[in-house]
């Protein structure tokens, strides 16, 4: 494996915070990149390892000494025709397409946290993810 003549990466991220009330908040971010190598003789193809578009939601309630937080964490997919050329060969560790082409899926998780502050010094904390 050579690499590229020269590689853009960009992107750009967004995030929000919202306090809707004293007990209740909205947070949110949603990161989007792009990268682009170009080859010796001119050519250009998707970059290795430029990541998809994710992000995260989150809905919190807190109190004086209970917070909570409902959450959720995604990933976009990476088509067969945005994989990296050096990708696009290693069926075994991608999922197949209705095609058979290697790809990698987009995927989400939804998760709840909460925090219990038992003491100012002790902090019980339990997750679900």
Same mark, same amino acid.
């Given at each position: 494996i ?9 992107g750009?991220?967004f995030?929000?915070?919202a306090?809707? $009330?004293?007990?209740w908040?909205?947070s949110?971010n949603?990161t989007l990149t792009?990268?682009?190598e170009?080859e010796?003789d001119g050519?250009? $193809?998707?970059?290795?390892h430029?990541?998809?578009t994710?992000g995260?939601f989150h809905i919190?309630?807190?109190?004086q000494r209970l917070?909570?937080?409902? #959450?959720?964490n995604f ?10 050329m ?7 560790i991608?999922a197949?397409d209705?095609n058979?082409n290697? #790809?990698a899926?987009s995927w ?6 909460s925090?219990?502050?038992? =003491?100012?010094?002790f902090?019980? =904390?339990?997750?679900?993810?």
């Open positions: 050579q690499n590229a003549a020269k590689a853009y990466v960009y750009f991220e995030g929000l915070e306090y809707l $009330t004293e007990e908040s909205l949110s949603l792009e990268g682009i170009e010796n050519s250009e $193809t998707p970059a290795r430029a990541a998809p994710f995260d919190v309630w807190k109190n917070r909570t937080d409902l #959450f959720l990933n976009g997919e990476i088509a067969y025709e945005d994989l990296a050096s990708e696009q060969s290693k069926e075994y991608y197949a209705e058979g290697p #790809f899926p989400y998780t939804l998760n709840f946290r925090q219990y502050d038992v =003491t100012n010094k902090k019980l =904390t339990a997750s679900l993810e």
